[in-house]
T-cell receptor, first 114, second 113 residues
Framework: DAKTTQPTSMDCAEGRAANLPCNHS???????VYWYRQIHSQGPQYIIH???NNETNEMASLIITEDRKSSTLILPHATLRDTAVYYC???????????????FGTGTRLQVTL | KAGVTQTPRYLIKTRGQQVTLSCSPI?????VSWYQQTPGQGLQFLFE???????NKGNFPGRFSGRQFSNSRSEMNVSTLELGDSALYLC????????????FGSGTRLTVV
């Protein structure tokens, strides 16, 4: 499974865009990029995922580079409630229906401040 | 719709005992995964089930086992409990396939004394 590298921590001012980078330079063709976040003492929450195209939903946008070796999660207008640990995970899916493990790393601790 | 339900929410056991934790996935979700979370090790993958078959397994000793029933409900069992098994155990379910993100339950807090 491809490994991911994320900064340990980041700060963002409330109302500004939070851009969280993730490096996955060994990603293979059948691996998707998933983002989850975990707010203190709660279970992780799914945010967004993508294969090679940029994706947007009501929570965030995901920008994947053309070579797929890195991606950026964008929270367009961060609020204090977005303070959490953000995890970037790659997971492979095969046409047979088998899948690799969804393994969480150490993530990026995002602190949103006033 | 109802979320992922884990029971019990809290549990205290003695070293050497065994414990069974239960997880009811969201209706229609056939994939269920289990995770252990501790302050020191973070979120550690235990196992994943799909259609009553274990699809993936993490690096835990054989004392940790699980199963999934035909209605997609899942249980995990830990035998011969050790102090280090004290943790928050999280269950997550999803529709199968790359398009589905996992929905996590609130977890079972296990304390081994």
């Amino acid at each position: 499974d491809a490994k991911t590298t994320q900064p340990t921590s980041m700060d963002c001012a409330e109302g500004r865009a939070a851009n969280l980078p993730c490096n996955h330079s060994t990603i293979s063709g059948n691996e998707y990029v998933y983002w989850y976040r975990q707010i203190h003492s709660q279970g992780p929450q799914y945010i967004i995922h993508g294969l090679k195209n940029n994706e947007t939903n009501e929570m965030a946008s995901l920008i994947i580079t053309e070579d797929r070796k890195s991606s950026t999660l964008i929270l367009p207008h961060a609020t204090l409630r977005d303070t959490a640990v953000y995890y970037c995970i790659v997971r492979g899916w095969r046409p047979t229906g088998t899948a690799s493990k969804l393994t969480f790393g150490t993530g990026t601790r995002l602190q949103v401040t006033l | 719709k109802a979320g992922v339900t884990q029971t019990p929410r809290y549990l205290i056991k003695t070293r050497g005992q065994q414990v069974t934790l239960s997880c009811s996935p969201i209706s229609g979700h056939r994939s269920v995964s289990w995770y252990q979370q501790t302050p020191g090790q973070g979120l550690q993958f235990l196992f994943e089930y799909f259609s009553e078959t274990q699809r993936n397994k993490g690096n835990f000793p054989g004392r940790f086992s699980g199963r999934q029933f035909s209605n997609s409900r899942s249980e995990m069992n830990v035998s011969t409990l050790e102090l280090g098994d004290s943790a928050l155990y999280l269950c997550a379910s999803s529709l199968d396939g790359p398009g589905g993100g996992y929905t996590f339950g609130s977890g079972t807090r296990l304390t081994v004394v």
